[in-house]
Nanobody, 131 residues
């Protein structure tokens, strides 16, 4: 099954850091962009960050701008999300998925998303911020 696989979640105190990784299940997986999303209990899934494959342009939602950093490892074929200064409200399941060109990154990071408009979803990785 072609999909992305997320890893790196865990339990961290407020102010702490985590580094999430998103890897394709196959190195030949084609995509326009990769987005990172999260879903907290009882809330809609929201777009957080996005990286466009062609030029590496980065996009961030206001809620994470300045705290989260997206990067690409061209050797490992992964897209990583460095999360610093974590807050209680960052607690959620974090996902990555393929972003299609018709949507683009700017639309992806505007807030709640329709999951059916993206594909190759992974199982997600739990991030819990707790003291």
């Amino acid at each position: 099954q072609v999909q992305f696989v997320e890893s790196g979640g865990g339990l961290v105190p407020p102010g702490g850091s985590l580094r999430l990784s998103c890897a394709p299940s196959t190195p030949t997986l084609d995509y326009y962009a990769i987005g990172w999303f999260r879903q907290a209990p009882g809330k809609e899934r929201e777009g957080l960050a996005c990286i466009r494959r062609s030029d590496g342009n980065l996009y961030y939602a206001d809620s994470v701008k300045g705290r989260f950093t997206l990067s690409r490892d061209n050797v490992k074929k992964t897209v990583n999300l460095q999360m610093d200064s974590l807050k209680f409200e960052d607690t959620a399941v974090y996902y990555c998925a393929r972003v299609h060109e018709r949507l683009g990154c700017a639309q992806t990071i505007r807030g709640p998303i329709a999951t059916w408009e993206y594909d190759y979803w992974g199982q997600g990785t739990q991030v819990t911020v707790s003291s």
